[in-house]
């Protein structure tokens, strides 16, 4: 069974512009989440679908945005990117978005974004 | 105050030491504790998943819970220099968000 797919890997953007990362997730897995990880800050949680309404949302502003499709693929948008922005951004996908445990969320590999 | 504290190390030891990590958290609702391991350029996958207070064994792995204390620890056996990368410790509530202790780097020395 194919793994949680992120694109694009890598993205170098600068001050002010806009982003989009894409997720596919796990076939048959309903909860995608997003995380930014930094250095030193762990795994913060920005939002988490669930056939295609957002479930839940972490404390980032409203620049952080996301949707998900009707065959579960997610996308997160960062607008007017600033340079704390720069971070890995993980994709995690589940059967039914219990948070972990019994209903487990594989990683994909993540986008690394860089502002300049 | 962060809810879950992890010491983000790095802590290196030489290879065949039983290495131990701990988070410690404020909240008293969380129930669910899980490890996951990070490798370089990877997402983080799950190790362990513990329900409650005690312990459970996988293999190498330990996860115990110390629900008193509100501390966490995963104890690997015998560690190799493939067990190098980030743990990080993951919990929560009667709620479906996860909070995530900062991850530790661990480096076994061959």
């Known amino acids: 069974k194919a793994g949680v797919t992120q694109t694009p890997r890598y993205l170098i953007k600068t001050r002010g512009q806009q982003v989009t990362l894409s997720c596919s997730p796990i076939s048959g897995h309903r909860s995608v989440s997003w995380y930014q990880q930094t250095p030193g800050q762990g795994l913060q949680f920005l939002f988490e679908y669930f056939s295609e309404t957002q479930r839940n949302k972490g404390n980032f502003p409203g620049r952080f945005s996301g949707r998900q499709f009707s065959n579960s693929r997610s996308e997160m948008n960062v607008s007017t990117l600033e340079l704390g922005d720069s971070a890995l951004y993980l994709c995690?996908?589940?059967?039914?978005?219990?948070?972990?445990?019994?209903?487990?969320?594989?990683f994909g590999p993540g986008t690394r974004l860089t502002v300049l | 105050q962060k809810e879950v504290e992890q010491d983000p190390g790095p802590l290196s030891v030489p290879e065949g030491a039983i290495v131990s990590l701990n988070c410690t958290y404020s909240?008293?609702?969380?129930?669910?504790f899980m490890w996951y391991r990070q490798y370089s350029r990877k997402g983080p996958e799950l190790l362990m998943y513990?329900?409650s207070s005690g312990n459970k064994e996988d293999g190498r792995f330990t996860a115990q819970v110390d629900k008193s204390s509100k501390y966490i620890s995963l104890f690997i056996r015998d560690s190799q220099p493939s067990d190098s990368a980030t743990y990080l410790c993951?919990?929560?509530?009667?709620?479906?968000?996860?909070?995530w202790g900062a991850g530790t780097k661990l480096i076994i020395k061959p």
């Open positions: 513990t329900y």
């Open positions: 995690a996908s589940s059967f039914l978005g219990l948070g972990g445990g019994t209903d487990t969320q594989y």
């Open positions: 909240n008293s609702a969380f129930q669910y």
């Open positions: 993951a919990m929560r509530g009667g709620n479906y968000q996860l909070i």
